[in-house]
C-alpha cells in the first residue's frame, strides 16, 4: 500500500490526566507518520475519563500493516507522560528497554497523591528515562500552552521520526492557528529536544 | 482515492456522506457521538444541507429516519449500545416496515463499560428483529461497508444494523476515501402503505415474508466479501472471530484455520465447514458470546472454545493479551508466561470528577448542606456528569439507572413512603426520558422534590447542543407544574444561602416542586469565550 525506505516499529503510550493535551501530541505524531507513509493505529479515550482522571491513548506507527489497534502487555517502545505518576501507570506495557519521556511536574488533584520524591525513586529504576519540568521550561521560554511538545521534542529520538518531519507536522497541524502558534510550538520542539541531550 | 487519517467513527461518517446520504439521527452517546459531529463540520454535508442537527433521543431519531427513508432518501441512525434500548420499538418495528431509501442504524457498543452502565451486545436485537448486522474490523472496513450497506438496505428492503466497538470508533487509522460522493436519492412515493402501517392483518404478512427473507440474508452473508474462510486441511484448532477481535488473533501471529465474521445473519454454512477440518473452534467475538451461543447450540460440544468454556474472560473488552494467551494455551504444549512489571505500588486512582467551578458542584453541596437535617434522605440520580456526584467528596445520590429514571425512582419510592425523595436530572437527560415521568409525578401530586440541574449543553458527551435550553420553565408549567413550586436558581456559591432555602421549603411542600439551577458547563463557557476571543 506504501512506500516505505526503511522498516520501522514503534508503540507509543501517551498518558496523563484528563485536558492536558495529550491528544494533541498524538495528532501531530499520527501527521509526521502519515506524511513518511507509514500504517497508523491510535485508540484513544473519549468520554467519562476525560473529566480529571487519568487518560491514555495508544499509538502504533509501523512500515507494515497493523493488525491490534491495542498495545500488548510489555510491547510499548516509548511511554510519553504529561504526568510523572501517570508514566508509572503503564509500566506494565513499556518493553525492558522501553524509553519514559516525562513531565516531571505532579499533577495533583487527589487527596492521596503519594510524595513526588518516590515517584522520582521509581522512574530512576528504570534505564530510559527523561523527566523535565516542561511546564516551568515553556513559561521561562513565554510559550505557556507549548508545554506538551516540549515533551514531544524530548521523545523525538525515542521515536525514531525525523526531526523535520515533526516540524513540518507541526506546520501542517497548527497552520489555521497563525504563524505565531506555529513558530510557539517549533520553539517548544527545539527546546525538547534539547532538554532530552 | 485519498488517505486520511480517521478515527473509525469518521470514517463511518464519510462513508455514509460518500454513500448519497441525506440525513443522519441521533443522540450523543459515548462511543458514537464523533459520527453525527463529523457530519455537521462537513463541507459537502453542508452543501448538501444534509441533515445532521442532534435528535431529543435515540426514538424520535430512528422515526425521524424512517421517516425520510418513507420518502426514498437515504438515512443514517447513531447511538451508543444503550440508546438501542430507547429506540427498540421503531427499530424492531422497522424490520416489519421496511424501508424504502436506505436506512443503516450505527451501534457502537461500550464493552468494558468505559463510558457506560451495562455491556449488553447490539447484535442481538438485530437477530431478533431479523435485520441483517455488519460488524466492520477496521477502519477501512467501516468506510467501505457504509456504501455496501445503504446498498443492500434498499435491495433487501429492510434496514441495516452496524455494529461497531468503542476500540473501533475511537480508533484512528488510515483510511483510502474516494474522490466523490454519490449522488443523494431523488424524493420518490415508492413507499407501499400495506407495509408501513403495521395493522395486524398487513403486519403478518410483512412477518412471514421478513421471516422467509432470512434464508436470502444468511446466503448473502455466506458469499459476503467481508466473511472470509481460511481453511488448511484438517487442524487441531480453527478460530471464529468476528469484529474487531479479528485483529487480535492477526495481532498474535498463530496461523491457523479462520473464518472472519463481518456480515450476519451467521452463516451457518462456513461455520461448518470449519467444524468439518477442526478438531477444536475457538470463538473470539468482542462482547457478549452471540456467535459462540449459536455454534454450541443446545448440544454444549466440547469443541466450541471462547468466553462461555472460560478460555477468554466470560466479562469486558478482549485485549491482544486475552486473546494470545487463549490461542497460546490451545497451540502450543509449554506456553511461556511473559514476565510483565507490575504498577507501582504508590500510584493512586485517579477517577474522573466534576470540574473545578462546575455548576453540579455548588448543586451538591446545597443539596448535602439540607439532606444532612434528615435521618433517611434518598437522591435519585440520572445519566450525565453529575452521576459523579456518587463519588467523594458529595456522597449525594443514591441510584443511576438510565435516562430519566430520576424521576420515576423517586416517584415510586414516594409511592413507596419515602420521603424526602429527591431526583436529579440534567437538561438534556430531562428533554430525552424525563419529561414524561414528570407528568405521572404531576398527575398523582407525588411528593417528590425535582432538580433539573441545567448547563445549557450535553456535556458529558463533549458539548452537543441541548434539546430543551430555554425551554425548560415552559415546559415544567405545560406538564402542569404549580408555577409557585417552580423555581430557577443560579448555582453559585453567592446565591448559597437562598438555594439551600428554596430546597429546603419545596422538601417540605407535599407535591412536586421543580428548581431549575441554570448555568452555563464550564467547558462549553470556556470554549466559547475562546471562540469570541478568538472573532473579535
Known amino acids: 500500500m506504501f512506500n516505505v525506505q526503511r522498516k520501522m516499529k514503534c508503540d507509543i503510550i501517551l498518558c496523563g490526566v484528563g485536558g492536558q493535551g495529550i491528544l494533541s501530541i498524538a495528532t501531530i505524531i499520527g501527521e509526521a507518520a502519515m506524511n513518511e507513509n507509514l500504517y497508523i493505529k491510535q485508540a484513544e479515550v473519549h468520554g467519562m475519563s476525560q473529566r480529571g482522571g487519568d487518560v491514555q491513548s495508544n499509538l502504533r506507527i509501523s512500515s507494515d500493516p497493523i493488525a491490534s489497534d491495542l498495545i500488548s502487555l510489555g510491547g510499548a517502545d516509548v511511554i510519553i507522560s504529561m504526568e510523572p505518576m501517570e508514566a508509572l501507570r503503564y509500566l506494565p506495557y513499556l518493553n525492558k528497554e522501553g524509553w519514559v519521556i516525562t513531565s516531571s511536574a505532579p499533577f495533583i488533584n487527589i487527596p492521596n497523591y503519594p510524595n513526588i520524591e518516590d515517584i522520582k525513586a521509581e522512574l530512576a529504576k528504570l534505564p530510559h528515562v527523561v523527566a523535565i519540568d516542561i511546564e516551568q521550561l515553556a513559561k521561562d521560554n513565554q510559550i505557556p500552552r507549548s508545554a506538551n511538545v516540549i515533551l514531544l521534542g524530548a521523545a523525538q529520538k525515542a521515536l525514531g521520526i525525523d526531526y523535520a518531519t515533526l516540524e513540518n507536522a507541526i506546520r501542517s497541524v497548527f497552520g489555521r492557528k497563525g504563524d505565531a502558534v506555529v513558530e510557539a510550538n517549533i520553539k517548544a520542539l527545539a527546546l525538547g529536544r534539547e532538554a532530552q541531550k | 482515492m485519498e488517505k486520511k487519517l480517521l478515527l473509525g467513527d469518521e470514517a463511518i461518517a464519510l462513508g455514509a456522506l460518500h454513500a448519497g446520504l441525506s440525513g443522519v439521527y441521533a443522540y450523543p452517546g459515548t462511543p458514537s457521538t464523533e459520527i453525527t459531529e463529523f457530519i455537521q463540520l462537513n463541507p459537502l454535508a453542508k452543501e448538501r444541507n444534509v441533515h445532521s442537527r442532534w435528535c431529543t433521543n435515540e426514538k424520535t431519531a430512528m422515526e425521524a429516519a424512517l421517516g425520510m427513508s418513507f420518502m426514498g432518501k437515504r438515512a443514517l441512525v447513531c447511538m451508543k449500545h444503550v440508546g438501542m434500548n430507547v429506540c427498540a420499538d421503531p427499530f424492531v418495528n422497522s424490520g416489519m416496515t421496511g424501508v424504502n431509501g436506505g436506512v443503516v442504524v450505527l451501534v457502537a457498543d461500550d464493552p468494558s463499560m468505559h463510558s457506560s452502565q451495562d455491556e449488553q451486545d447490539s447484535r442481538f436485537y438485530g437477530k431478533f428483529a431479523m435485520i441483517p448486522t455488519f460488524e466492520p474490523s477496521s477502519q477501512q472496513e467501516a ?64 412477518n412471514d415474508k421478513v421471516t422467509a427473507q432470512q434464508a436470502q440474508l444468511e446466503e448473502d452473508a455466506a458469499n459476503s466479501p467481508y466473511n472470509r474462510l481460511k481453511l488448511s486441511g484438517k487442524a487441531p484448532l480453527g478460530i471464529i472471530a468476528s469484529g474487531i477481535a479479528y485483529n487480535y488473533v492477526k495481532e498474535s501471529g498463530v496461523d491457523v484455520p479462520i473464518l472472519k465474521i463481518s456480515q450476519y445473519p451467521l452463516p451457518k454454512k462456513l461455520v461448518r465447514q470449519l467444524l468439518d477440518s477442526c478438531e477444536k473452534v475457538m470463538v473470539v467475538e468482542e462482547g457478549q458470546p452471540f456467535i459462540e451461543e449459536q455454534v454450541r447450540g443446545v448440544f454444549e460440544s466440547q469443541n466450541i472454545l471462547g468466553r462461555l468454556t472460560g478460555e477468554l474472560p466470560r466479562t469486558g473488552e478482549l485485549t491482544p493479551d486475552s486473546v494470545a494467551a487463549a490461542l497460546n494455551a490451545q497451540l502450543s504444549e509449554n506456553p511461556k508466561k511473559l514476565e510483565i512489571p507490575e504498577i507501582p505500588a504508590l500510584v493512586a486512582a485517579r477517577p474522573p470528577q466534576l470540574c473545578q467551578g462546575c455548576g453540579h458542584r455548588d448543586v451538591y453541596t446545597a443539596l448535602n448542606e439540607v439532606l444532612k437535617e434528615y435521618e433517611n434522605p434518598r437522591v435519585f440520580g440520572d445519566i450525565g456528569c453529575y452521576t459523579l456526584g456518587f463519588l467523594p467528596p458529595y456522597r449525594a445520590i443514591h441510584s443511576c439507572v438510565d435516562m430519566g429514571a430520576s424521576i420515576t425512582m423517586a416517584k415510586g419510592a414516594s409511592d413507596a413512603g419515602q420521603w424526602p425523595a429527591v431526583a436529579i436530572i440534567g437538561d438534556s437527560t430531562f428533554t430525552h426520558s424525563g419529561m414524561t415521568g414528570l407528568l405521572d409525578a404531576v398527575n398523582e401530586k407525588a411528593n417528590i422534590t425535582v432538580i433539573i440541574s441545567d448547563n445549557f449543553t450535553t456535556a458529558m458527551t463533549g458539548g452537543q447542543d441541548s434539546a430543551g435550553t430555554n425551554k425548560f420553565e415552559a415546559i415544567c408549567l405545560g406538564l402542569g407544574v404549580e408555577p409557585e413550586h417552580l423555581h430557577v436558581v443560579v448555582p453559585l456559591p453567592k446565591n448559597m444561602p437562598e438555594i439551600i432555602r428554596i430546597i429546603r421549603e419545596e422538601i417540605n411542600y407535599k407535591g412536586v416542586s421543580v428548581i431549575i439551577p441554570q448555568r452555563e458547563c464550564i467547558q462549553t463557557f470556556k470554549r466559547h469565550a475562546k471562540e469570541r476571543k478568538q472573532n473579535s
Open chain 2, 143 to 206: 468506510y467501505d461497508m457504509m456504501e455496501v450497506a445503504f446498498d443492500y438496505s434498499e435491495k433487501q428492503c429492510l434496514p441495516v444494523l452496524m455494529r461497531v466497538t468503542t476500540r473501533m470508533a475511537h480508533s484512528r487509522a488510515v483510511v483510502k476515501v474516494k474522490d466523490e460522493a454519490r449522488k443523494e436519492n431523488e424524493m420518490n412515493y415508492n413507499a407501499v402503505a400495506a407495509n408501513w402501517v403495521l395493522l395486524p392483518a398487513n403486519a403478518r404478512k410483512r
